[in-house]
T-cell receptor, first 112, second 115 residues
Framework: RKEVEQDPGPFNVPEGATVAFNCTYS??????FFWYRQDCRKEPKLLMS???SGNEDGRFTAQLNRASQYISLLIRDSKLSDSATYLC?????????????FGKGTKLSVKP | DADVTQTPRNRITKTGKRIMLECSQT?????MYWYRQDPGLGLRLIYY???????NKGEISDGYSVSRQAQAKFSLSLESAIPNQTALYFC??????????????FGPGTRLTVL
């Protein structure tokens, strides 16, 4: 089983829509979780951390379900500028290859 | 000024040439990483360093080497470039504290083409 899995998409949605991405992770010892955003040919940038109790930042809401080992990202009132690839990132202690594992990303395209 | 910089930003080279990609950071982070990104494959870890005296191989280190010249500098070398090393290369930094691991910050990337 892959360590971090995401639906690659693309998700094509109209402006104003609500869209949700899920991500599953395989290591039950994982401790820290993040969502990154990556624009085409640009570097990944942190969108938000994901906390156990769930957290919100404007139109973005992240949630964690430890029992089922998945995290989610909800985007409300989508904007054209939200078009990007969203990377699910999981940290776990004791990893032999650095401490962050990146999913391959989910591509979002917001249309007028 | 950017916290994490990479040079060059673009490079075209020929098979068999030695190439060095450089990364510098002003964030004061101990941890530095080199990744490559290929379409459909996501980010793959090449090498990482937790401090100046610590170098570790990632999942795809064959054909690459690194040097951590100082806390702020981490360079990646391709000893003899081959076409399948054509990719987008990212450097990243990460702060650390006992028991806590933070998010990574990425440089703008180097687009390398090996002909």
């Amino acid at each position: 089983r892959k360590e971090v899995e995401q639906d690659p998409g693309p998700f094509n949605v109209p402006e104003g829509a609500t869209v949700a991405f899920n991500c599953t992770y395989s290591n039950s010892a994982s401790q820290s979780f993040f969502w990154y955003r990556q624009d085409c040919r640009k570097e990944p940038k942190l969108l938000m951390s994901v906390y156990s109790s769930g957290n919100e930042d404007g139109r973005f809401t992240a949630q964690l379900n430890r029992a089922s080992q998945y995290i989610s990202l909800l985007i409300r009132d989508s904007k054209l500028s939200d078009s990007a690839t969203y990377l699910c990132v999981v940290n776990f202690y004791g990893g032999s290859q650095g401490n962050l594992i990146f999913g391959k990303g989910t591509k979002l395209s917001v249309k007028p | 000024d950017a916290d994490v910089t990479q040079t060059p930003r673009n490079r075209i080279t020929k098979t068999g040439k030695r190439i060095m990609l450089e990364c510098s950071q002003t964030k004061g982070h101990d941890r530095m990483y080199w990744y490559r990104q290929d379409p459909g494959l996501g980010l793959r870890l090449i090498y990482y360093s937790f401090d100046v005296k610590d170098i570790n191989k990632g999942e795809i280190s064959d054909g690459y080497s690194v040097s951590r010249q100082a806390q702020a500098k981490f360079s990646l070398s391709l000893e003899s470039a081959i076409p399948n090393q054509t990719a987008l290369y990212f450097c990243a930094t990460q702060g650390s504290r006992a028991g806590v691991t933070y998010e990574q910050f990425f440089g703008p990337g180097t687009r390398l083409t090996v002909l």
